[in-house]
């Protein structure tokens, strides 16, 4: 199925996710030429992956090196339009695990989530805004986990009880929150 498509058909939740569609889907039309590629300074589209355990009571994080925060796995479409296939390349590249499947094919959520400037590989790369995309992917805890030294330092698994102000600042306690409780529910709809 096509991205463009994919994203139309997906069912917003919440009045953020609703005007985030509207924003992407606007943004897709006005740079169809780029909006799949960094090339597009200003916004592109991301893949993201929730890593949950099959038991839906925790999630896989890494330590990003850019944020130096605990994040969700994830990263550019750098071309590529199949956006499940993204998410889950970049969830075995940045964690090490072998096998991770999607719950579900579908988008489970839409998110424009800004990234501030900073430095990679000794180039400046400009404030702009991902365009994310997400998918709940599903990976066993035995799996043997591996540190991504180019993006991370760190991989560990998390209770979902830590998706707290305690812990994370107040976008990411939303964003990981709603993609738990849509991770749940979805659970509840496929069994």
């Given at each position: ?70 994040a969700w796995t ?8 199949n956006l499940l ?101 979805l659970n509840a709809?496929?069994?």
């Open positions: 199925m096509n991205f463009i498509t994919e994203i139309s058909e997906f069912i917003p939740n919440n009045e953020q996710e609703n005007q985030d569609k509207k924003v992407i889907l606007g943004y897709i039309k006005q740079y169809p030429h780029n909006i799949l590629s960094r090339n597009n300074e200003i916004a592109h589209i991301t893949s993201s992956g929730f890593i949950m355990n099959p038991s839906f009571d925790k999630v896989l994080l890494v330590h990003h090196n850019i944020r130096n925060a605990w994830g990263g550019h479409a750098d071309g590529d339009a296939q993204v998410a889950v390349r970049e969830a075995k590249e940045e964690t090490g695990v072998n096998e991770v499947v999607p719950l579900t094919k579908k988008i489970v959520s839409v998110d424009i989530l800004p990234v501030f400037g900073h430095w990679k590989k000794g180039k400046y790369v400009n404030t702009h805004l991902h365009l994310s995309i997400a998918y709940i992917l599903i990976a066993s805890e035995n799996e043997t986990l591996t540190i991504n030294k180019n993006e991370n330092s760190g991989v560990s698994w998390f209770s979902v009880d830590k998706f707290t102000d305690a812990y994370f600042d107040e976008h990411d306690v939303y964003l990981y929150n709603k993609l738990i409780k849509r991770a749940k529910d709809d496929l069994s």
